[in-house]
């Protein structure tokens, strides 16, 4: 196995190409809102869209026909240039590295739009060769288009094999922006038995023991989370390699209250964002991981109190310590940063009296 000096890994790739980032920036990114770049009708929606959505995302992948991914392409680099996005970041999902279209596809985004597009998202990564491939291309690419930041790459985890490599995907590229859990993709690839697009199921599930030893009596039947172990070594590989978690799709539109269930369950595991396949879920998702008044009036409480940050302190009969300092930053951090882009949340946070 060949080593390349540290020194090396933040070295372009491409002569010509810009330098890799030392740290990924934190921005905002709690709704990922994918759009069809060949749908005129949904194309024409997104200036409208830009400030109300952390992420506008051009989907060219899946849910895209195999006779309209030129279009989606083409369609992409015609909003791109006409539309200003501000504040809102432009992602775009291309094909899979196995596809015919996936080469064409980087091509001409990175040549014809790469001063406008922040991250690159890619489906179905096996390991960090996929990553390194990306890497290598998106750099002769921006020397060839003479961009002048490096466009980022988000890994997406919908196979098994992903899954058993994900803290070295996590770490391939300094390009690494973050990673999605692919619910869908990685139940099929898994042989799971499920037809759901994230979410729980009512059969897996645990049953509160027999009263009395009668087992046919009434007993309890708690849910369980069929993707709380992914999720949680996908939070773990990113923590460790400086990079971002998100929830991915949760493909029942109507049920708003399980999507919100869902997107929790991710934020308070680390993720910090998760996909929007329909406007209505950009709502839910700017609530969800958007730490809430009384959380943030806590966390200030704690920093406060907290002083140097060394010994413990007693709050409401509770005990507060250095590491509850660590989990009260994670907490005004995000806040601040939320701030910065957001009125709304400015203004709520803003008038957060701390006793």
Known sequence: MSHKSPKDFFAPLAVGAPAPLREIPARPSRAIHFFDPS????????????????????????????DN??????????????????????????????????????ITLVTEIGDKLDVVMVPKV????????????LAQLEAKGGVQRPILIHAILET?????NVEEIASA????QGISLGPADLAADRKMKTTRVGGGHPGYLVRQDPVDGDIHGQRTVFQQDLWHYTIA??????????????????????????????????????????????????????????????????????????????????LDGKM????????????????EELAAIDPKLKELYDAIEVD
């Open 233 to 314: 070594k996908m939070v773990d590989a990113c923590a460790a390699a400086g990079i971002y978690p998100y929830y991915g799709p949760f493909g029942d539109i109507t049920d708003v209250v399980a999507a919100e269930d869902q997107f929790r369950n991710a934020f308070l595991l680390g993720c910090v964002g998760t996909w929007s396949l329909h406007p209505k879920q950009i709502e839910i998702a700017n609530r969800v991981f958007s730490p809430s008044v009384e959380d943030i009036k806590h966390a200030r409480r704690v920093v406060a109190a907290m002083g140097d940050g060394t010994g413990a302190v007693m």
């Open 160 to 164: 098994a094999r992903g899954v058993a």
């Open 320 to 335: 507060e310590d250095d590491a509850s300092l660590k989990q009260c930053l994670v907490l005004v951090d995000l806040a």
């Open 126 to 137: 096996q390991g960090p060769e996929d990553i390194h491939y990306v890497d290598r291309l």
């Open 69 to 106: 991914k030129v279009a989606a392409r083409e369609g992409l680099v015609k909003i791109a240039s006409e539309t200003d996005f501000g504040p809102t970041q432009l992602w775009t999902r291309i094909n899979s590295l196995d596809s015919p279209w996936v080469l064409d596809d980087l």
């Open 39 to 66: 749908n005129p009708k949904m194309a024409a929606k997104v200036p409208a869209m830009v400030g109300t959505v952390d992420v506008l995302l051009g989907n060219l992948e899946d849910a895209v026909k195999a």
């Open 173 to 176: 590229s300094p390009r690494m």
